[in-house]
């Protein structure tokens, strides 16, 4: 296993470290959740840079490493749910979008068709990157605070967190929309290939 594969393996594994680490009772978990999470999110960069740069990158890769991040993100959001911060229902339509999509263009790569990514699903993205640091430090700073911090409150609030937690989900799903609107038929023929391969089984 090559080294951007093994470090995708690791994002996978931090993955449900960092969630028991914030959803513990324990302030100084919750402290190194926010350290975990960072780490398993640097891997994300790292085994790109490195496949990229020593000519290693593989169909495996290629198919594991997204799915990696979406297990990552989904798992922060679904913590998120556990604690109460933000509605399941938003939860379960990104997860099920990311995931999806996530499987569909992994397996197009596999086969050797790229599927197009358009801007807009890079805004998504970098928004709901935005959206799960920004919470996950204002909430383990809040949780670790000895006095209550008025910006921390507003950050946290159910109004502000239910209202960003909505603009994403739209994001996500408009650009899932959009996504399957653009590579319509590679998905079409993806899913006849492996019908195809499933029948001659």
């Known amino acids: 296993m090559t080294l951007p594969n093994q470090l995708t393996v690791l994002r996978i594994l931090l993955t449900p470290l960092f969630v028991i680490l914030l959803v513990s009772g324990n302030i100084f978990f919750k402290e190194l959740s926010v350290?975990?999470?960072?780490?398993?999110?640097?891997?994300?960069?790292?085994?790109?840079?490195?496949?990229?740069?020593?000519?290693t990158v593989t169909k495996w890769g290629n198919f594991l490493d997204p799915l990696a991040d979406k297990i990552l993100t989904s798992s922060a959001f679904m913590a998120f749910a556990w604690l109460g911060l933000v509605g399941w229902w938003m939860v379960w339509a990104i997860v099920v979008r990311d995931i999806s999509i996530t499987l569909l263009r992994s397996?197009?790569?596999?086969?050797?068709?790229?599927?197009?990514t358009n801007f807009s699903a890079k805004v998504k993205t970098f928004t709901q990157m935005v959206f799960i640091y920004g919470v996950l430090i204002a909430f383990v700073m809040k949780s670790a605070a000895f006095e209550t911090s008025a910006f921390l409150n507003m950050i946290l609030s159910k109004g502000v967190?239910?209202?960003?937690?909505?603009?994403?989900?739209?994001?996500?799903?408009?650009?899932g929309l959009q996504y399957i609107f653009e590579n319509f038929k590679?998905?079409?023929s993806s899913f006849r290939a492996l019908s195809g391969r499933t029948e001659s089984e």
Request: proline share 0%; charged share 10%.
């Open 161 to 175: 967190l239910f209202y960003s937690m909505l603009i994403i989900t739209i994001i996500t799903l408009g650009t």
């Open 107 to 116: 397996f197009a790569e596999f086969r050797g068709h790229g599927l197009h």
């Open 35 to 55: 350290a975990v999470y960072a780490a398993a999110a640097l891997t994300d960069w790292y085994d790109g840079w490195v496949a990229r740069k020593f000519g």
């Open 186 to 188: 590679l998905i079409q």
